[in-house]
């Protein structure tokens, strides 16, 4: 397993925000104060670093050195902005193909959807900062490295994302066990998005505002639902069909 890196003491911390560096999360232990982790608080707030108030045990199985109650998580891979991404892939050429994660976490399915999307050539991932898995050390294992190479974006309002895509020309089509519309009759050939919800309770209802499509797969067995890794996978070969049909029929 790929271990995740950390940097741990309040200035210490600070310097790494000062410098730059990508930060997955800080920790800060619940029963420590004062004017210095008011600053260090005030300045990840700033950097946009998610911040959690822990149980000091908790930073302590991580390490016993003088962490002074503060550790930071560095990300393993660095995040592409979507302002900056999306205007590259219209710049590229490409017909651009994102997957919006709204809420997964469990690593092993992100680390699954992360796997097929690369294989499938899907321009990048998009998930939140906030509830959501992380690119860390497991889900690169997971992904079977995949996540090396396909761009993420992790961005602090999911739906602000999803409002940015639409507004540059995404369609985009929630995938929900709850729709009622076939998978296989939505037109996938134009720039898509394709949102994924959460394990436990799907796509969040401010997002599902702002899809163009709701789409599922058809179910004939008794449990009523896919693992949403499998369902991904699924839709997102669909997109592929339908691009190398339209290709072939071009061609």
């Known amino acids: 397993m790929q271990r995740e890196e950390y940097v741990y003491g309040i200035r210490a911390i600070m310097e790494a925000i000062d410098a730059g ?8 232990a619940r ?10 608080m005030e300045k990840a707030r700033e950097a946009g670093v998610y911040v959690q108030r822990v149980p000091m ?12 109650g503060a ?9 592409y ?11 590229q050429g490409r017909l651009p193909f994102v997957v919006v994660l709204d809420g997964i976490t469990d690593v092993r399915n992100f680390g699954a959807i992360a796997r097929t999307c690369e294989c499938a050539g899907v321009d990048a991932i998009v998930i939140p900062k906030h509830g959501s898995v992380s690119v860390g050390g497991d889900a690169i294992k997971t992904s079977a490295g995949a996540l090396h190479y396909l761009p993420v974006c992790r ?18 089509v929630a995938v ?39 789409v599922s797969i058809p179910m004939f067995g008794k449990i009523g639902s896919l693992n949403v890794s499998i369902a991904a996978g699924v839709v997102v070969y669909e997109v592929v069909n339908q691009r190398l049909r339209a290709d072939f029929e071009v061609g």
């Open 81 to 91: 902005p979507i302002e900056h991404l999306v205007p590259e892939l219209y710049e």
């Open 176 to 214: 929900s066990e709850k729709a009622d519309f076939n998978y296989t009759r939505g037109d996938y050939t134009g720039p898509v998005a394709l949102v994924m919800g959460a394990e436990d309770v799907g796509i969040s209802p401010a997002v599902m505002k702002l899809c163009d499509t709701r």
């Open 57 to 68: 045990e908790r930073i302590n199985r991580i390490t016993r050195k003088n962490h002074q």
């Open 155 to 172: 961005e602090n309002n999911i739906g602000r994302a999803v409002k940015f895509l639409k507004d540059n020309g995404y369609q985009i």
């Open 71 to 79: 550790l930071a998580i560095l990300g393993v891979v660095s995040y």
């Open 31 to 40: 029963d420590v104060n004062g004017q210095l982790i008011v600053e260090l």
């Open 21 to 28: 560096r990508e930060i997955d999360k800080l920790m800060i």
